[in-house]
Nanobody, 118 residues
Framework: QVQLVESGGGLVQAGGSLRLSCAAS????????MDWFRQAPGKEREFVAF????????AYSIYVKGRFSISRDNSKNTVYLQMNSLKPEDTAVYYC???????????WGQGTQVTVSS
């Protein structure tokens, strides 16, 4: 049974930092590219960052590039999102996602709330 569990969210002042974690189980994590998405109230879920299975390739939304950094530790089956210089507009629920299997089915975690106060 595949599980993705996010943690690390919280309340932070503008300009502050948070590090999110997403721990995977029930899957061969080292074979998977991983994404972070976020969803703000009243808005659609949007892409934030991607990291390839081996960690050598990353991609970022233009809204977070230069402030956020995605990384992974395959020995811990965990992907991270380091968020620096946070802005109130970064306030959202953050989700990790994996596409798994021949059908590349989307698996999502339960999300972790990030709130940035001005």
């Amino acid at each position: 049974q595949v599980q993705l569990v996010e943690s690390g969210g919280g309340l932070v002042q503008a300009g502050g930092s948070l590090r999110l974690s997403c721990a995977a189980s029930g899957v061969t994590f080292s074979n998977l590219g991983m994404d972070w998405f976020r969803q703000a109230p009243g808005k659609e879920r949007e892409f934030v960052a991607f990291i390839s299975a081996g960690g050598s390739s990353t991609a970022y939304s233009i809204y977070v590039k230069g402030r956020f950094s995605i990384s992974r530790d395959n020995s811990k089956n965990t992907v991270y999102l380091q968020m620096n210089s946070l802005k109130p507009e970064d306030t959202a629920v953050y989700y990790c996602r994996a596409k798994i299997g021949p059908a590349r089915t989307d698996y999502w975690g339960q999300g972790t709330q990030v709130t940035v106060s001005s």
